[in-house]
């Protein structure tokens, strides 16, 4: 089984085991779509970066990549001899290639938005498109010709698939409704009702007499094709579903939702039989390797994972905490990780084998906030016990309390030379510590709400937060001066990170976005709008990766370029 992911890579899953079995990688954006070759030997897949790509299936190599489309390129097709694909893309044109040579062959124009899907009759002779134009249009193969518009959706068109015999066409809609046509009159047979929002994908079972769609409303339904009756709704995907597809034996059904899953499903009885899984609840915090090339996250699902930040890749599952885990914090050989959990304990773990090496037991309310020394033998906790503790790495001691706070210590950070701690809190204010002495040496008052996050300039000298009050704020270390407050998000601010070389801030928001901010001047650069509330974000060392997480489970991939 294969499906396609927004980290730019395909992935191979066998279905019996649910085993990542390969990754391909080699796209530069998104991939949106993917097909096999008849002998099941060859995928071809499509993607953002305007490009399709033919891969080996065992191997993973890439072999050719086709270039022509000036936009996203959205579907693609293979002929039933599996020498040519049809390509479709945003710029509103279906393309025909050579499987083998990659030439572009043919150029079909006509539609006024957006090509959406595609599909080709049982013969290969024809195919039909559909668009974000609101039709669907057949047109022949060798010449290109358009030989008929299908006028009937009342919104765009997301998906049509072809019945066996080749002589008739269902489509899905943003209209919410599926449409049974007929290929050579164009006429409109038949209308099915039911979902709550768009219908984004369909497919047909192997004896043509039923079609399976899937919705934004979350479900997947199955359709008698005769009568338009509806036999039977899949639930169990918590966020909208955008893939449907059937085994080779008819009998189950894969879908892929942005819940971040893919689930497989007995056609008859609509049972749930098996899950495929990243994080299934809020990210809540991430960190990357000392070198760049991996990511830790961390999940309400009681879980942390380890990415490939190049490929995407799940690498490997820590479990453990009994509770959500809220924090996390690498090492600075980067061979260990250190976590905090609303079970009020941190755990130690060894990266490479994911064992569980040491418990620290002692807040009294959950860990909300991790930070290590830049010797790596110490680590720095908040809680909401209002508290911050600092524990031996090795011992597992906990060695000081620091008291203060009024209401839960949110985030903390430690001077690059190890010296002093900043902490953030619920009470809307930031202290400054004494590491060695347990000095409360400043507070910085500001903020109008709680404030969530803080990173400090890597020159030791000013301190930004994040609040609540949907603002950034830039303070003097020393001084305790505001010096600069950052406008621009419509919610509370829940993560904030610097580059490497301090002269920007990227900001994570409730609002859906990411921010990136100059710090010296407070300008705005740019922003990233994403499909739910951000809770997290980290900069890679090489200052152009971007890692974030979201309240979806999604972990997302960013480069900054040209900023």
Known sequence: MQFITNDRTLKLWNLETGEDERTFNGHSDSVTAVALTPDGKWVISASNDNTL????????????TFNGHSDSVTAVALTPDGKRVISASDDRTLKLWNLETGEDERTFNGHSDSVTAVALTPDGKRVISASLDNTLKLWNLETG?????FNGHSNSVRAVALTPNGKRVISASNDRTL???NLETGEDERTFNGHSDWVRAVALTLDGKRVISASNDNTLKLWNLETGQHERTFNGHSDRVTAVALTLDGKQVISASNDNTLKLWNLETGEDERTFNGHSRVVTAVAL???GKRVISASNDRTLKLWNLETGEDERTFNGHSDSVTAVALTPDGKRVISASDDRTLKLWNLETGEDERTFNGHSDSVTAVALTPDGKRVISASDDRTLKLWNLETGEDER??????DSVTAVALTPDGKRVISASLDNTLKLWNLK?????RTFNGHSDWVRAVALTPDDKRVISASDDRTLKLWNLETGEDERTFNGHSDSVTAVALTPDGKRVISASLDNTLKLWNLETGEEIATFTGEAPFSCCAVAPDGVAIVAGDSSGRVHFLRLENV
């Open 179 to 181: 449409k049974l046509w």
């Open 145 to 149: 010709q358009h030989e008929r518009t």
């Open 53 to 64: 790509k033919l891969w080996n299936l065992e191997t993973g190599e890439d072999e050719r």
């Open 437 to 441: 002495t347990r000095q409360h040496e």
């Open 289 to 291: 390797t000392p070198d």
């Open 401 to 406: 309390t620091f008291n203060g706070h009024s």
